[in-house]
Nanobody, 125 residues
Framework: QVQLVESGGGLVQAGDSLRLSCAASGRTFSLYAMGWFRQAPGKEREFVASVNRWSGANTYYEDSVRGRFTISKDNTKNTMYLQMNSLRPEDTAVYYC?????????????????WGKGTLVTVSS
């Protein structure tokens, strides 16, 4: 069991940067693979990025964000981050923090067990 709380969303212009945070509690943070998903109005929840449990040496990205977004975590703070650069209007969505017990390389939301309530990112043109 783990509880997740996102923060850092907001309204920005295209080309700007934003950093999202996900604070975890309830169990040892390092035991979980962590990920970010997003859901735009009228669309399905989609995978954004994820990081393996333990050291977090392995990361995975959706093609549309690779090279622009960076996922990371700080095990001493039980916190995961998503640094978003060169934001585009199509990045506008509610961003969700997610966790699962082991592997991080899963793109379907149904494979992830724990979710935060989301934080809204709006990118204007």
């Amino acid at each position: 069991q783990v509880q997740l709380v996102e923060s850092g969303g907001g309204l920005v212009q295209a080309g700007d940067s934003l950093r999202l945070s996900c604070a975890a509690s309830g169990r040892t943070f390092s035991l979980y693979a962590m990920g970010w998903f997003r859901q735009a109005p009228g669309k399905e929840r989609e995978f954004v990025a994820s990081v393996n449990r333990w050291s977090g040496a392995n990361t995975y990205y959706e093609d549309s964000v690779r090279g622009r977004f960076t996922i990371s975590k700080d095990n001493t703070k039980n916190t995961m981050y998503l640094q978003m650069n060169s934001l585009r209007p199509e990045d506008t969505a509610v961003y969700y923090c997610a966790a699962r017990p082991s592997g991080a390389n899963y793109r379907q939301a149904s494979f992830w067990d724990y979710w935060g309530k989301g934080t809204l990112v709006t990118v204007s043109s």
